[in-house]
């Protein structure tokens, strides 16, 4: 257990829909980042909150959005979910500075759209 | 953006045998991090690396920094079924913002008895 608690671990929903997943980040981390892993585009980067305030994007889509609560846990919301949405959705959660104290991956959500 | 070049994309070992992963940037590394990965499941922190020339070990696992901070290499000295899964190699670019970690394709193990 690496102490990221992702929820759910599979969902599987039906294109147009929207989804919410969840991500509770290690005891006293204050940054979240989420990841899209896919067979055709590997693991990248989609977005980083630091203490409740988004601190970097990468390439995520405007059907997507995500936040950080004032407990720190996070939700990435994906919206008008296509076939191309499936993937695994991993967050991670460091503290301060992740680049200096590494980066701790939850187990993630294997989202299927059909 | 940046780019990691991770190779081989995939080995096949024997049991007891050593292997070596590398993983090469195309920008000046902040931070380099190895992670494993069973197929389908989550990223297994294995090591960090910052500072050039820097080399870290456990278990049976050796990875290293070179000097200019592009390359990394993780070596498995005689490898176990334990060992078997996809190694990652994530870059933090010195340039960018931090959090934004770039991701290599992967490195497929198998261990053969």
């Known amino acids: 257990d690496s102490g990221v608690t992702q929820t759910p671990k599979h969902l599987i929903t039906a294109t147009g829909q929207r989804v919410t997943l969840r991500c509770s980040p290690r005891s006293g981390d204050l940054s979240v980042y989420w990841y899209q892993q896919s067979l055709d585009q590997g693991l990248q980067f989609l977005i980083h909150y630091y203490n409740g305030e988004e601190r970097a994007k990468g390439n995520i889509l405007e059907r997507f959005s995500a936040q950080q609560f004032p407990d720190l846990h996070s939700e990435l919301n994906l919206s008008s979910l296509e076939l191309g949405d499936s993937a695994l959705y991993f967050c991670a959660s460091s503290p301060r500075g992740g680049r200096d104290y590494g980066y701790t991956f939850g187990s993630g959500t294997r989202l299927t759209v059909v | 953006s940046q780019e990691l070049e991770q190779s081989p994309q995939s080995l096949i070992v024997q049991e007891g045998k050593n292997l070596t992963i590398n993983c090469t940037s195309s920008k000046t590394l902040y931070g380099l991090y190895w992670y494993k990965q069973k197929y389908g499941e989550g990223l297994i922190f294995l090591m960090m690396?910052?500072?050039?020339?820097e080399e870290k070990s456990h278990e049976k696992i050796t990875a290293k920094l070179d000097e200019k901070k592009q390359q990394s290499s993780l070596h498995i000295t005689a490898s176990q079924p334990s060992h078997a899964g996809i190694y990652l190699c994530?870059?933090?670019?010195?340039?960018?913002?931090?959090?934004?970690?770039?991701f290599g394709a992967g490195t497929q193990v198998v261990v053969t008895p």
């Open positions: 690396l910052q500072k050039g020339g």
């Open positions: 994530g870059a933090d670019s010195a340039t960018d913002s931090w959090g934004k970690l770039q």
